[in-house]
């Protein structure tokens, strides 16, 4: 991804920035890689622990790289993961005001289409709205959505619904 | 099973002759809509049994030479399409009368017959065809109804659709839809890249004409009220507009393109203006009337949550709209002239689309029904809900103008398919496309004279 380079220098900061909280997100999100497991650990004993911040960036970046975001259904409220990789993405384009995204929200295949297409709006305007209170400026964003019209899986059932309720964030350069 | 391909072999050189006056009228003006021959396959897929026993016989030919048109089978498969008769084969019938004195009721009776049609084709000088019929009453003997009718060559199949719906008319007392048509969108992938077309073909399938082709999503066509218009929603600018398009030049213009969502549009009954679906990019969905002539907006709902799929009433006095402002999706209405909505469905967690009744008193929705989509109609104002299918992902439902059937988009096998249901949910047809899938129907206004 063309954007990976641009998050260099800026991975740096958010690890600073989530230095404070990295001991409770840690502990509560099971997804993190085996490294962290390892910190976590570790970190149950000593307060201050150098090593689990530097592994929690990575951690950051992985999540940072991630510009879909998944939603239950007929819903358009944002679960605690999403809103994490939502505020990553929020505060990098708070540090980068000259970057620019479209947040692109779709729906899956049930119910009527012109209800659905109201659907992709709504995830997206909710994911805009957690880019703005991370600082990002309005002029930054734009949303659009296709409804249903444009599944990432076109198959039926949970599993391709699933991966179909999404917002997908993207970079504009 | 029954499928039009035999009459389309028959009408090959009729087909022929329509298609190319179509391509001289077209060629002379903006050249969008094409005609290409049926593309639809309607098979019925329940409640054949409960439809009367009806005979078309034959139309004799008077003139010499092959008899030009086959006016019967159009009939019949009219008749049959409807799911309120069952046209009997032709190799049932133990006479063929083509006049009212040659037929024997007593052969009728034995095979159980109902009805018996018979009727004559002769050319005129000067080239058009007359064309006459009777309608028999066979266990009382009587003539039911009988016309003579002059046609162009080129309307023969016109005039058949005709007489399906004077017969139709005088033996169920409510008006027919032989004459009307569809608007529906055909997805065909080609070389992995989707294709969409805007169709409109007639009732039957036939003389279906592309009215537009696009590789970006079609969606939410909706009839004029005079029957010369479509209004949609295209996304071929990559994000959705509103177009208004004359169906006989195809001429279109672009009704709305403001920032965010432009869906939904709804003719009022009048013409004169379109109710539809702005978010005005702020990422809520409203509804509002867009006059037509001077392009007045108007913004008629004001709410956090989504508002959409307004549906006029008949009158033109209220909008019927989808909102979510209960936590899931529900049928409101509101005043057209604006003011505060009231709730019209109650039962169940979705109930969403619109579409009303043309007798006033009901309206049919998207419904979930026990996890599953369907269509379903509620009593507006007692408030009750019959499930009308037995799909899982039925959508988009339009009423043909007599209220008697419904057409609307289901998934076969994970095919798009269209499907019909009558109004009491006995009779079902399955509408396949014949390349790729079909979806979003909408029934047309009955054709004005």
């Given at each position: 991804m063309k954007i990976w380079k641009l998050l260099i220098p800026f991975c740096a900061m958010i690890v600073v920035g989530c230095a404070s909280q990295s001991g409770t997100e840690t502990e509560t999100d099971?997804?993190?890689a085996a490294g962290s497991e390892g910190a976590s650990t570790s970190g149950a004993d000593s307060e201050s622990g150098g090593s689990a911040t530097a592994l929690d960036s990575d951690r950051e970046a992985n999540l940072m790289d991630a510009t879909i975001i998944y939603f239950d259904f007929d819903s358009s409220d944002l679960d605690n993961q999403s809103s994490e990789l939502a505020k990553l993405h929020g505060a990098y384009l708070a540090e980068n005001p000259g970057v620019k995204v479209r947040l692109e929200g779709h729906a899956d295949e049930r119910g009527s289409r012109e209800y659905n297409l109201g659907l992709g709006e709504r995830r997206a305007a909710s994911v805009r709205s957690v880019l703005l209170v991370q600082g990002a400026s309005a002029s930054q964003l734009s949303i659009i959505s296709f409804g249903e019209e444009r599944p990432a899986n076109t198959g039926t059932g949970e599993s391709a619904w699933a991966e179909n309720r999404r917002v997908e964030i993207a970079y504009s350069n | 099973m029954r499928k039009q391909g035999g009459l389309r072999v028959i009408f090959a050189r009729f087909n022929f002759i329509k298609f190319a006056s179509l391509c001289l009228i077209l060629c002379m003006t903006a050249g969008i809509p094409r005609v290409s021959q049926a593309e639809l396959q309607i098979q019925i897929t329940?409640?054949?049994?409960?439809a009367i026993p009806i005979a078309i016989v034959p139309f004799g030919w008077l003139g010499e030479g092959e008899q030009p048109y086959d006016i019967a089978s159009v009939v019949a498969s009219d008749l049959s399409r409807s799911g309120r008769f069952a046209p009997i084969a032709e190799d049932g019938m133990l006479q063929k009368p083509?006049?009212?004195?040659?037929?024997?009721?007593g052969d009728w009776r034995i095979i159980n017959t109902e009805v018996v049609i018979v009727g004559r084709m002769s050319k005129l000088p000067g080239g058009d065809y007359s064309i006459e019929f009777r309608v028999f009453d066979v266990f009382r003997g009587e003539q039911l109804l009988g016309y003579r009718i002059t046609s162009k060559p080129s309307a023969l199949r016109g005039t058949a659709h005709q007489i399906s719906d004077l017969i139709y008319e005088k033996l169920t007392g409510v008006r027919g839809v032989a004459s009307t048509r569809i608007a529906y969108v055909n997805v065909i992938k080609d070389q992995g890249k989707q294709v969409y077309k805007l169709i409109v073909a007639d009732a039957d399938g036939e003389n279906a004409r592309t009215m537009l082709e696009s590789k970006q999503s079609i969606m939410s066509p909706s009839w004029s009220p005079d029957g010369r218009k479509l209004a949609y929603v295209s996304f071929e600018n990559n994000k959705s507009e509103v177009y208004v398009q004359e169906i006989k030049s195809g001429a279109r213009r672009r009704a709305s393109a403001r920032k965010g969502i432009n869906s939904a549009p709804a003719w009022s009954p009048d013409g004169k203006q379109l109710a539809l679906t702005l978010s005005k990019g702020d990422g809520n969905l409203e509804i509002y009337t867009l006059n037509v002539s001077n392009q007045v907006l108007k913004r008629l709902t004001n709410w956090p949550s989504i508002e959409t799929e307004p549906s006029w009433s008949n009158d033109g006095k209220q909008i019927y709209f989808t909102s979510d402002r209960s936590g899931a999706p529900q049928i409101y209405q509101i005043d057209a002239q604006g003011g505060r909505p009231e709730r019209v469905t109650f039962e169940g967690s979705y109930n969403a689309r619109a579409r009303v009744a043309p007798d006033s008193k009901h309206i049919a929705v998207v419904h979930n029904d026990r996890g599953n989509y369907r269509i379903a109609i509620v009593d507006v104002e007692r408030a009750y809900t019959r499930v009308l299918t037995d799909g899982i992902l039925d959508e988009s439902p339009s009423f043909a103008p007599n209220g008697e059937t419904l057409i609307y988009a289901s998934k076969n096998s994970g095919q798009g398919v269209l499907a019909t249901v009558s109004a009491d949910g006995r009779f079902q047809q399955r509408i396949a496309a014949v390349n790729g899938e079909v979806r979003e129907p909408a029934w047309s206004p009955f054709p004005r004279n």
């Open positions: 099971g997804t993190g | 329940k409640g054949q049994g409960e083509t006049t009212g004195a040659e037929i024997d009721f």
